[in-house]
């Protein structure tokens, strides 16, 4: 069973650093994209950052509005995706749900087949 | 970025009945759409992706057509456990885009 579990979410300052962990089992992590999706409370989904697979030629993407501050990573050796939050604002206060990326053809384009519970950061004097 | 409207904002139908949620995109996906489902305190979950072809153990009466920029999502009875919320989401293009979700609720 494909099993994603986010943690390291919490209260932060404005300006403050947190960094997201999604462990992963159940499947083969190496082989999928991820991704990192959120939802500010109350509101709808937005996608945030994804990174391949390819752990020789990393490339990952990320949303304008976290393009700088935010940085996806991952260690397939230990089965983990994270996201390292930096200089956070109010307006980043959401739940943020990893994802797994499927495509039709290696490396094309995603949707999202599986999602963890998701870890919720609060940024906040 | 492409920009993706769901309308209605709220559909309210009773149970048995069938549910049409739609979705257009500001520019063409092709068929690269997906549609998932959400209820209170939960992680979305995947229901359709090539636009029209259903992720594993979705039952049958969900179902998914459109391509380009007018997608629909229609439910053909609806079952208590269907109410929830319903987003669309292109991955055509990065930023990869969801709609604003509709709200399906117990009439």
């Known amino acids: 069973e494909v099993q994603l579990v986010e943690s390291g979410g919490g209260l932060v300052q404005p300006g403050g650093s947190l960094r997201l962990s999604c462990a992963a089992s159940g499947f083969t992590f190496s082989g999928y994209w991820m991704h990192w999706v959120r939802q500010a409370p ?31 990573s991952r260690d397939n ?49 | 970025e492409i920009v993706m409207t769901q309308s209605p904002a709220t559909l309210s139908v009773s149970p048995g009945e069938r549910a049409t949620l739609s979705c257009r995109a500001s520019q063409s996906v092709s068929n690269n759409l997906a549609w998932y ?49 319903y987003y669309c989401q292109q991955y055509n293009n ?6 604003q979700g509709t709200k399906l609720e117990i009439k």
């Open chain 2, 37 to 85: 489902q959400q209820k209170p305190g939960q992680a979305p979950r995947l229901l359709i992706y090539g636009a029209s072809t259903r992720a594993t153990n979705i039952p049958a009466w969900f179902s998914g057509s459109g391509s380009g920029t007018e997608f629909t999502l229609t439910i053909s009875s609806l079952q208590s456990e269907d109410f929830a919320i």
């Open chain 1, 77 to 125: 050796a230990k089965n983990t995706l994270y996201l390292q939050l930096n200089s956070l604002r109010a307006e980043d206060t959401a739940m943020y749900y990893c994802a797994r990326g499927r495509a039709a053809v290696p490396g094309a384009l995603n949707w999202f087949d599986s999602w963890g519970q998701g870890t919720l950061v609060t940024v906040s004097p």
């Open chain 2, 94 to 99: 990065w930023p990869y885009t969801f709609g």
């Open chain 1, 42 to 72: 109350g509101k709808g989904l937005v996608w945030v950052s994804r990174i391949n697979s390819d752990a020789s030629r990393t490339t990952t993407t990320y949303a304008d509005s976290v393009e700088g501050r935010f940085t996806i």
